[in-house]
């Protein structure tokens, strides 16, 4: 059982240095999400997709773009990389947006942007 | 007053005995309440969902109480592999898109 998987697991980018962080679930979730976890604050959302085809955003968007490729993958995208974005970030999958329904994890990518 | 609030700790704890520790939330509407168990350097995993007064599960007990607002989590007899981080998670309303997560409650189980 794969669950949720995210690539890299480790990043490290120089300021203005793009890049994309890949997300794949295959439990057959409809509902895709992007958080980022940072010392002394909770998991924030940073886009989320409620079903294939939508994207949203959420609590921190600036600087991030997001494509739902299908409905497996979720794939979060650093434009121009910036220090304050030096987080762990989290992709989450669940089979419906609702809070009734368990939120999956991916194993988490750990970026630092010098 | 924050959304959600936890106590960082660190709760260090020996081995086999209870500890409790709470969370605060402000948003009175919010009907449901997770907690979340993560370890060192790992995804957050679900450990138990509160709709009601409360839930029980093994050696782990939550708690609601909507008058005061908080949630409480109880763990009795603890082992070292309860060493974690405890988050709170409290959805503002809706879906996923509307959760607040506590900056989590960190336990040691010392032996």
């Known amino acids: 059982n794969a669950g949720v998987t995210q690539t890299p697991k480790f990043q490290v980018l120089k300021t203005g240095q793009s890049m994309t962080l890949q997300c794949a679930q295959d439990m057959n979730h409809n509902s895709m999400y992007w958080y980022r976890q940072d010392p002394g604050m909770g998991l924030r959302l940073i886009y989320y997709?409620?079903?294939?085809?939508?994207?949203d955003k959420g609590e921190v968007p600036n600087g991030y773009n997001v494509s739902r490729l299908n409905k497996r993958e979720f794939s979060l995208r650093l434009e121009s990389a910036a220090p304050s974005q030096t987080s762990v970030y989290f992709c989450a999958s669940s089979a419906a947006s609702a809070t009734n329904e368990k939120l999956f994890f991916g194993s988490g990518t750990q970026l630092s942007v010098l | 007053r924050k959304e959600v609030e936890q106590d960082p700790g660190p709760f260090n704890v020996p081995e086999g005995a209870t500890v409790a520790f709470n969370c605060t939330y402000s948003n009175s509407a919010s009907q449901s309440f997770f907690w979340y168990r993560q370890d060192c350097r790992k995804e957050p995993k679900l450990l138990m969902s509160?709709?009601?007064s409360g839930n029980e599960d093994g050696r782990f007990t939550a708690q609601l109480n909507r008058a005061s607002q908080y949630i409480s989590l109880l763990i009795r007899d603890s082992k070292l592999s309860d060493s974690a981080t405890y988050l709170c998670v409290v959805p503002r309303s809706g879906g996923y898109q509307k959760v607040t997560f506590g900056t989590g409650t960190k336990l040691q189980v010392i032996p």
């Open positions: 509160v709709y009601s």
């Open positions: 997709s409620a079903s294939e085809g939508t994207t």
